[in-house]
Nanobody
Framework: QVQLVESGGGLVQPGGSLRLSCAAS????????MGWYRQAPGRERELVAS???????KYADSVKARFTISRDSAKNTVWLQMNSLKPEDTAVYYC??????????????WGQGTQVTVSS
């Protein structure tokens, strides 16, 4: 069973930066995509950024030019660098990874979530 461990959330002032990290367990044959989603109170979970097997990435319009997703394929780890944070970025951020395990089973798993609060 693939497991994810997230870290890096916290409280930051508007205009500040945070870096989220998500590490997947090592029983993975290939990762097709790694992504970050967020869910604010009373709102649906939404995609923030994804990075794919070929290294391409996509971002929500609301975070373009402020957030950067990156990965280390050898370590099954993905990061989300968040700059110029705004109060509306406040949410629980979830990591999502999908791919194929060493036993050749498909998987899609979520991290436990990490709170990001942007407030003065």
């Amino acid at each position: 069973q693939v497991q994810l461990v997230e870290s890096g959330g916290g409280l930051v002032q508007p205009g500040g930066s945070l870096r989220l990290s998500c590490a997947a367990s090592t029983n993975i044959f290939v990762i097709n995509a790694m992504g970050w989603y967020r869910q604010a109170p009373g709102r649906e979970r939404e995609l923030v950024a994804s990075i794919f097997r070929d290294g391409s990435a996509k971002y929500a319009d609301s975070v373009k030019a402020r957030f950067t997703i990156s990965r280390d394929s050898a370590k099954n780890t993905v990061w989300l660098q968040m700059n110029s944070l705004k109060p509306e970025d406040t949410a629980v951020y979830y990591c999502n990874v999908n791919g194929i395990t060493l036993s050749r089973s498909r998987f899609a798993v979520w991290g436990q979530g990490t709170q990001v609060t942007v407030s003065s």
